[in-house]
């Protein structure tokens, strides 16, 4: 991961608003530059660091010689950078992947450019001829971006804690900038910005996946293999060591043998580690011991105690900027085994499994879908809604401690193909969720079928004992915390956002207010599952849990 930030259009003293640079330093451990650009006055450009390629000459704000008009800041890795060198006749400058945005846009415009990557990113373009400055996002929000606008002045950050401090008109809020959307606003002479709305550059599911690969129209398995096998591959672009997250379900179980695969055939040689966590009878960590010892990799696991798991959840929703219940849950184990990574081993980039369960209909509540025609609506209505919940925790926990997360399930052609597939061929089949992905690899030898069909688990339940759930733990801790007449009476007590139904919901409630007060709309509303009459988001709750 890497931070980005910048404030055009400043009302105050732009050397005193930078120190709210300084807030998202941990997304980039290694280095930082602020930079002011002349043409734009009371403006300036912010880059935190991880170095994952080109150590010397990739530092942002990015400027070339071919193009010195053009500043560009952004978080993200651009997986076909080599690819549209050799179409385009690029001339790099150095062996940054990002560097292909400068150049595509300066070919093409900033919506082309946008639509041409293949990758996840965030970027910011800042063009001192025609005074513009483009923002845009990838399609599932994978690489987190906030902006507000006030009356002239943008600011723009990777969190939105670098932008809530900045004095702003009241009624201006910090709001995330929408996946898949671009930007292009007007700069005048005194720096400051003309407002224009964003719009949507691509669609979930929208993407030509027949441009990349050669599919077999009578071989659907075949394809899935294919496809996601080649998500997997793009992404060891790196000149740092990679490793795999593996809670022993099927998703991150293919994720980890796939990359296992593709690193030999790349002539990758040193040995892939990969890192589990949970309690004591954790069903996650003894899944995950089976599919290490199959693939054959340096395993780590983290153990942690319910004490533990309860004190790490105030500085869980720091980073998460969201009081949702099941992110909370479930952001405990995957920032504590991502702070156990950064301090014990040189893994910096980590492979996960997000995704899988929109892409595929995973969520044991799929079971219960009226149709395949509302399965599938349900499906990509979770893909749109990712970057408010399963990606913010996959982001938030590992850019945390200064690592970078790929998931190869939301390639945008693997994605894009799976979706177009029948609703009625990915739907839950003989009692199974994932049924078609499952059948894709039966009989590869990839996983062992005791977790190619394992029942789904959610992450936030896999990580504590069958006995007794991580959720119960966290309800207990509530209890002694909030009182039956502060519960009663919090639809009154909270203006904004999701109003908490339980004493769990409420306490976390409580936290985030305690950092982030006013602004409970980062959190519009809770995830809950569809077709049920749960009253716990947790699948453990659910009828068809096994």
Not at 148 to 177: M, Q, W, Y
Not at 381 to 409: C, I, K, M, S
């Amino acid at each position: 991961m890497c931070g980005i930030w910048a404030i055009f259009g400043a009302k105050q003293d732009v050397k005193q608003l930078c120190v709210n640079c300084m807030k998202i330093a941990h997304r980039g451990p290694d280095t930082w530059r602020l930079e002011s650009i002349r043409a734009f006055p009371n403006s300036c450009l912010g880059f935190h660091r991880l170095v994952i390629i080109d150590p010397k000459y990739g530092m942002q704000p990015m400027t070339l010689k071919a193009y010195p008009h053009l500043w560009l800041i952004y978080n993200g890795e651009i997986y076909n950078y080599k690819k549209l060198q050799s179409e385009f006749g690029y001339k790099y400058e150095t062996r940054c992947d990002g560097e292909a945005i400068l150049h595509t846009y300066a070919r093409f415009g900033a919506e082309k450019a946008a639509s041409m990557l293949d990758g996840v990113f965030a970027f910011v373009i800042v063009d001192t001829n025609e005074r513009k400055v483009h923002l845009a996002r990838d399609i599932f929000g994978v690489r987190p971006m906030f902006t507000f606008f006030d009356n002239g002045t943008l600011g723009v950050c990777s969190e939105a804690k670098g932008l809530i401090d900045i004095p702003r008109t009241d009624g201006i809020h910090v709001k995330p900038f929408m996946p898949g959307h671009l930007q292009s606003l007007d700069v005048d002479v005194e720096g400051k910005v003309t407002w224009w709305d964003s719009s949507p550059f691509l669609s979930v599911g929208g993407s030509d996946f027949n441009s990349v690969a050669t599919l077999d129209p009578n071989d659907v398995h075949a394809n899935i293999r294919l496809l996601l096998k080649a998500a997997v591959k793009k992404r060891l672009i790196a000149e740092c060591r990679i490793g795999c997250l593996l809670s022993g379900g099927l998703d991150s179980s293919l994720i980890c043998s796939l990359l296992a695969q593709c690193m030999k055939e790349e002539g990758i040689t040193y040995p892939l580690q990969t890192f589990s966590v949970g309690m004591e009878g954790s069903p996650d960590l003894e899944a995950a011991r089976i599919m290490s010892a199959h693939i054959g990799t340096e395993h780590h696991e983290v153990s942690f105690t319910p004490e533990e798991g309860i004190q790490a959840i105030r500085e869980v929703i720091y980073h998460l900027e969201s009081y949702d219940i099941v992110n909370i849950r479930a952001s405990v184990g995957m920032y504590l085994v991502s702070k156990y990574v950064k301090e014990n081993t040189d893994t910096t980039v980590l492979y996960s499994g997000e995704g899988s369960d929109e892409v595929c209909q995973g969520y044991i509540y799929f079971h219960k879908a009226p149709t395949p025609q509302e399965g599938d609506a349900q499906s990509r209505r979770l893909l749109r809604d990712l970057y408010l919940y399963d990606n913010l925790r996959a982001d938030r926990t590992t850019a945390a401690h200064g690592l970078e997360l790929r998931v190869p399930f939301l390639d945008k052609y693997f994605s894009s193909y799976y979706l177009s597939l029948p609703s009625e061929k990915r739907r839950p089949t003989n009692g199974v969720e994932k049924h078609l992905l499952r059948s894709a690899f039966s009989g590869t030898g990839l996983l062992p079928d005791r977790i190619l069909w394992r029942p789904k688990e959610g992450f936030s339940d896999g990580v504590s004992s069958k006995k007794k759930s991580w959720y119960s733990l966290i309800q207990e801790h509530a209890e002694d915390k909030i009182s039956d007449d502060s519960l009663a009476a919090a639809s009154t007590h909270f203006k904004t956002g999701a109003v908490p139904t339980s004493k769990e919901g409420y306490f976390f409630r409580l936290l985030f207010d305690e950092m982030f007060p006013q602004h409970g709309h980062f959190t519009p509303s809770y995830w809950f599952p569809m077709w049920t009459n749960a009253t716990d988001p947790s699948a453990r709750t659910l009828s068809h849990y096994k």
